[in-house]
């Protein structure tokens, strides 16, 4: 990027908003071609070259722009490219497409055999909003992803970014607060605690310094949504981040990324650094007097650091371990002083509230769960990928309106929601309205938005027994009932899916779990027995028939002959 005068006011601000897009010319094609991480597995970049060559070809550059983007959600489909504005969806785009493509573009044409087939009619579809993935969602947040250059400050100004800083920094703190309280915005990080509140306690604590965090360390097996949203518009958590440093009194903050999500480290590190340019970080941003400065901590793929003192504890550089909570870390977080953390999608929710007042956002969603939210849309489904939508909406749209439903003719069984910590519905509760109360309420929890969707060749004890192994191997190990409690119940678990499981199992097993929720020192070991009780809670005829009949009913066990 070539060397910018730092801007000094939101007058500024408005005036270079203005010279960008006073620039882009409005009849220029866009071919926006998807760069994130799914969509490289797939040679986007390969695409993405191919299409910068064709164009130069054809003589096509004064016409048309050649967009890498971040993910605009339709993993399954991927390399996903969208022609801009026309919106025309192209699926499944190789390298030896691009040529067709182009010289279709330069005749008003369409490529019919790269469009998405509806499934349903068997109709080809042409463009993106009428794509059956795509049309119950509500795209607040990952929508931009489609329209931007991760990597350009530019592109995000061109849209309306920063506006809501601008915004943000002629309001008092005590006001941006109050807004974000009263648009009811809870965590998106999987506790589901007010933001708001949250800022207000920090703010008001006591001490020389305060911190802000943005939580992008995400480690839910089939979870990606906070990776997709770092990836591709970093800028967007960046302006939440230093609207709430504002509003709580903070100067210094950190970005937690693990490291094995190299592009979302790249690209907020591209973010920081243009920002910084621009005058949005750093001393006096926009002439407002107040200080911010935004650093990237890379994590080391420890599960237990996506809990808030165990993530604090490896900022520092201390080994990632919770510690009690009765010591809130709103009043003694980072380096024992007020710290507010926040998952990446909470922050890109602030610039939303801020922009169009907490009012509108209060629209969306239900009585206790306002506004949207992103799940990653796994396991044995038509359609995978990222899917944002209001809270409120039901597990059957889900999965069969906006998922394609369960693929091969297979029957649903089941989805688990929240992450290897979540609980497993049944067939009988898909018209659930997916909420932070009602997935509460039926043994299960909203989490950073992993879903897992299951047919009927899976085994529920076999489920449970993976989660149970997988977080009993991220354990910290700091407290006992954590540390020994899920090794027991592990073992238990195995012996009951090769064949040895006694009646006496069931017992045991909510025994355990009872200990794990009354005792366990953080989230992970109190939420670890939701696998467990929710599979026995709705499918224990399946524990039955492997201990008593030492039979797998989805034939997913194996038993020995002696057993």
């Known amino acids: 990027m070539s060397p910018v005068a730092k801007l000094k006011s939101p007058g500024e601000l408005e005036t270079l908003r203005k010279s960008i897009v006073d620039k882009k010319d409005p009849g220029k094609a866009v071919i926006a071609i998807c760069n994130g991480t799914g969509c490289q597995a797939y040679g986007c ?77 068997g109709q080809k579809v042409t463009y993106e909003n009428d794509v059956p993935f795509y049309k119950k969602q509500k795209r607040l947040i990952i929508g931009n992803n489609g329209l931007i250059d991760p990597t350009s400050i530019e592109d995000y100004l061109a849209i309306g970014g920063y506006a809501a800083l601008a915004k943000a920094l002629k309001m008092t703190p005590e006001k941006i607060i109050d807004e974000v309280k009263k648009s009811g915005l809870r965590g998106r990080g999987g506790a589901g605690f007010p933001a708001g509140s949250k800022w207000e306690t920090t703010r008001k604590a006591h001490g020389d310094a305060k911190y802000v965090i943005a939580n992008a360390d995400e480690g839910d097996p089939g979870a990606f949504m906070d990776r997709a949203l770092v990836e591709g518009n970093p800028h967007s958590i960046l302006e939440g981040i230093i609207i709430g440093a504002y509003a709580i009194g903070a100067h210094q903050g950190f970005v937690y990324i693990r490291n094995e999500y190299p592009l979302a480290v790249k ?73 507010n953390l926040n998952n990446v999608e909470t922050w890109a929710n602030v610039p939303l509230i801020i922009n169009n007042g907490a009012d509108w956002y209060r629209q969306i969603g239900t009585e206790n769960s306002k506004g949207t939210k992103i799940f990653s849309l796994v396991g044995n489904i038509t359609n995978t990928g990222l899917v944002e939508v209001p809270m409120g909406i039901t597990l059957r749209e889900i999965i069969f309106d906006i998922g394609g439903g369960i693929p091969k003719g297979r029957k649903f069984k089941a989805v688990q929601t929240g992450g290897p910590s979540g609980g497993v519905i049944p067939e009988s509760l898909l018209d659930l309205p997916v909420d932070y109360d009602e997935l509460a309420r039926v043994g299960s929890m909203m989490g950073s938005g992993g879903m897992i969707v299951m047919d009927d060749k899976t085994c529920m004890v076999n489920i449970a027994n993976y989660f149970v192994g997988f977080l009993e191997g991220e354990s910290c190990g700091k407290c006992v009932p954590c540390r020994e409690g899920l090794q027991h119940m592990k073992h238990i678990l195995t012996g009951i899916v090769e064949g040895r499981g006694k009646d006496g199992d069931f017992a045991l097993l909510e025994e355990l779990s009872s200990c794990l929720i009354d005792s366990s020192l953080c989230a992970l070991g109190s939420t670890a027995p939701n696998p467990v009780l929710s599979t026995l809670r709705y499918f224990r005829d399946e524990y039955e028939a492997h201990i008593k009949e030492k039979r797998c009913p989805a034939g997913v066990c194996k038993f020995e002959a002696s057993k």
């Open 45 to 121: 970049k390969a695409v993405t070259s191919a299409f910068q060559e064709e164009v130069k070809k054809q003589n096509l550059a004064t016409k048309v722009d050649v967009r890498p983007i971040g993910c605009p959600g339709f993993c399954e489909r991927g390399t996903l490219v969208v022609v801009k504005p026309q919106g025309i969806f192209y699926q499944r785009v190789r390298p030896k497409d691009v040529t067709d493509v182009v010289t279709a573009l330069a005749k008003n044409e369409v490529v019919s055999r790269l469009l998405y087939t509806d499934r349903a009619t």
């Open 267 to 339: 690209n907020t590190g591209i973010a920081i650094e243009q920002a910084e340019k621009y005058g949005l970080l750093g001393k006096n941003i926009l002439g407002s007097g107040f200080d911010f400065t935004l650093r990237i901590n890379r994590g080391g793929g420890a599960f237990i650091c996506g809990e808030s003192t165990a993530l604090m504890a490896s900022v520092e550089g201390k080994v990632g371990e919770p510690r009690a909570k009765y010591v809130h870390t709103s009043e003694q977080g980072l380096w024992n002083m007020p710290t």
